[in-house]
């Protein structure tokens, strides 16, 4: 099996490559290992508002060599089924939140 650098696979952008690197996915057979979902959970935790479906169908695609929109209908619906079913491993495939110096702001406080 090859393990090309993940900004080497099919339906991976510089975005993407970028973010699967900063939750510890960097090349195919570390993304082969955690499968498709784990991986798009990674990086819904790490920018819940970028990736949607596609961005799952996109790794998906990476993973069997073709485009996202190629894919076949029962493999997108079993994507979508693995997406929304309750899964402990899910949760715990999520990268650990960094650590950050950001001041959090004060409430002023009400006068009475």
């Known amino acids: 099996m090859k393990n090309r650098p993940i900004e080497k696979l099919r339906n991976i952008g510089h975005v993407t490559a970028y973010d699967l690197k900063e939750v510890g996915i960097h090349d195919e057979k570390t993304l082969r290992e955690l499968g498709a979902v784990a991986a798009y959970h990674r990086l819904k935790g790490l920018r819940p508002r970028h990736y949607t479906v ?43 939140a960094k650590a950050t110096a950001k001041a959090t702001p004060k409430k002023p406080a009400k006068k009475a």
Request: charged fraction near 25%; aromatic fraction near 4%; charge should be positive.
């Open 54 to 96: 596609v961005g799952l169908w996109a790794l998906a695609g990476a993973l069997n060599d073709c485009p996202w929109n190629q894919l076949p209908p029962d493999l997108k619906k079993k994507l979508d089924h693995e997406l929304t079913k309750p899964n402990g491993a899910a949760a715990a495939s999520k990268p650990k």
